[in-house]
């Protein structure tokens, strides 16, 4: 009986959040649809977004592409299908490496600032006093957010593979000696604009995972300081796990609409 | 001050928790005049001044302004009514990520005024007011409790509201800059007529601003009359409270 009633406040809790997540996201794009949109604003978040994680990005993207072609290089040798090593990381990190790296660490730079932000306006009433000049806080807030991270989240994913791609083929041709006409060539045979299509929705719906998360924590941040810490901790560990949770099922999903290896 | 009740509540109940903080409020409130409510501290004054501007909802009751009922609109339809009525919040809410200018020009940039000859006149004139000119490149962290709260007067009033309400206005604040917040006001009130709700518990904050006062005790409207009238009542605890008497002093 414990069990279930455990079980039955986790679930219940659990529907409430997502509500609240959903209606966020609802109001939102009801918004930007409605064309209460602080251009300003928005640019200022693509460039806090897209523009400030290049580093994370590119690094996460360079050496996880570098260090997953040392290892599919050391399990092929041994078959003699070094080749197979650009087809093979490439496909991984167009399909999920590339988005799910990035969605992880735009969730750990900017979900956790972003929650903090607007945390951090919660508990000091600065919410309130936007309320009382009669501007409301997912126009002035959320929207702009919601459209920085829509518009870079993507563009992140491709240059996250991007570097991923050409740290491959470093390490690939200048240190592991592989020719550089076979990692190519079959890099090329075995990728096609699927993989590309995929990462790019992948980015997109991790965009709104981070952003929608990230918000609703900091709107709901209660108890000062303490509060905004703790909004700030679930906003990374609630965008990681719902990431990692998303990826699993848009994988099956997108591998009907964009299947790999159909050639 | 007028005789016509620009804001009615009435029956208004709240609870936070188990704990009821209103428990069947009513007052009425006067076009022109600047009531004072008064209170003990915890007692629910700024639970019911947030109510008087949307921030909070009641459990039941309704709150009248230009007969409409404020507690049944949603966020947005409560957008044109914030707009006649300003809030001066206890700390300022100032937004701790623009200085003071762009502070005090918030409300004009939000509400659709792109010049920005007219956005620095008008910031200028309403830093003035509030005496606090030169300090526009100031950023909040930089400022003290008083110069705060002036700022945040400014940007209250920039768009001239209809009604002001000050959450305990001289709260923290030293005897002199408290009394050039109260004379501030009794400016705005004379100089842009607007209808002022004050919550405090600094008497003399209240013998400075008020034509009338109420009295705020366990959730319910304990006392409500004119400042010579609060000053003539024999009612214990009104007197307890006028005179600084804990009820336990045995007088």
């Not at chain 1, 406040?9 to 529907?15: D, E």
């Not at chain 1, 470093?170 to 190519?184: K, M, P, Q, S, T």
């Not at chain 2, 109420?214 to 009104?238: K, M, Q």
């Amino acid at each position: 009986m414990a069990l279930l009633s455990f079980f039955g406040s986790g679930l219940s809790g659990f529907t409430i959040y997502l509500g609240q997540v959903s209606l966020l996201a609802w109001e939102t794009f009801c918004s930007i649809f409605a064309g209460r949109i602080r251009f300003k604003l928005a640019v200022f978040q693509v460039a806090e977004i897209g523009y400030g994680s290049q580093l994370v990005v590119i690094v996460t993207g360079a050496f996880t592409g570098a260090v997953f072609t040392a290892q599919a290089y050391f399990q092929f040798a041994g078959l003699n299908m070094e080749t197979a090593v650009g087809p093979v990381v490439t496909l991984s990190m167009f399909r999920e490496l590339g988005p799910v790296l990035t969605g992880l660490m735009v969730a750990g730079r900017v979900g956790a600032a972003m929650s903090a932000e607007i945390g951090t306006m919660k508990v000091t009433q600065q919410i309130d006093a936007l309320r009382a000049l009669a501007v409301h806080p997912v126009d002035y807030l959320v929207v702009p957010r919601a459209l920085g991270m829509l518009i870079s989240m993507p563009l992140l994913v491709v240059e996250c593979v991007g570097c991923g791609v050409l740290a491959s083929y470093w390490v690939a041709v200048y240190v592991l000696n592989i020719e550089a006409v076979y990692f190519v060539i079959n890099m090329q045979t075995f990728t096609d604009a699927n993989d590309i299509a995929m990462s790019l929705i992948k980015g997109f719906v991790f965009a709104n995972i981070i952003v929608f998360i990230s918000c609703r924590e900091g709107l709901n941040a209660k108890e000062g300081a303490v509060g905004v810490g703790r909004a700030t901790t679930e906003t990374v560990v609630i965008c990681s796990l719902a990431i990692l949770i998303a990826n699993f099922f848009l994988t099956m999903f997108l591998n009907i609409l964009f299947p790999a290896g159909q050639r | 001050m007028g005789d016509k009740s620009l804001i009615s509540v009435r029956d208004l109940v709240q609870k936070i928790g188990q704990q009821e903080i209103l428990r069947g409020f009513s007052l009425d409130v006067f076009e022109g005049e600047t009531l004072v409510l008064l209170g003990k501290s915890g007692g629910g004054k700024s639970v019911f001044l947030r109510h008087l501007i949307g921030l909070m909802k009641p459990v039941s009751g309704e709150i009248l302004f230009e007969g409409k009922d404020l507690t049944r609109m949603s966020e947005r339809e409560l957008v044109p009514i914030r707009r006649k009525i300003g809030m001066l919040f206890q700390d300022g809410a100032l937004f701790d990520s623009m200085n003071v200018y762009d502070n005090v020009a918030f409300p004009l940039r939000e509400h659709g005024e792109k010049r920005e000859k007219s956005i620095r006149q008008r910031v200028e004139e309403a830093l003035a007011l509030v005496n606090m000119s030169g300090h526009e490149k100031k950023m909040p962290v930089n400022l003290s409790g008083g110069m705060r709260k002036r700022v945040a007067l400014a940007r209250a009033i920039i768009s001239p509201p209809q009604v002001i309400l000050y959450d305990e206005p001289t709260a923290g604040l030293d005897p002199i800059v408290a009394d050039s917040i109260n004379r501030l006001i009794r400016t705005l009130q004379t100089q842009l007529s607007v209808t002022s709700i004050v919550v405090t518990h600094d008497l003399t904050s209240c013998n400075r601003v008020a034509d009338r006062v109420a009295l705020l005790n366990e959730g319910r409207r304990h006392f409500y009359g004119t400042l010579e009238e609060l000053g003539e009542t024999d009612d214990v605890i009104v007197r307890n409270f006028v005179d600084g008497r804990s009820a336990d002093d045995g007088e």
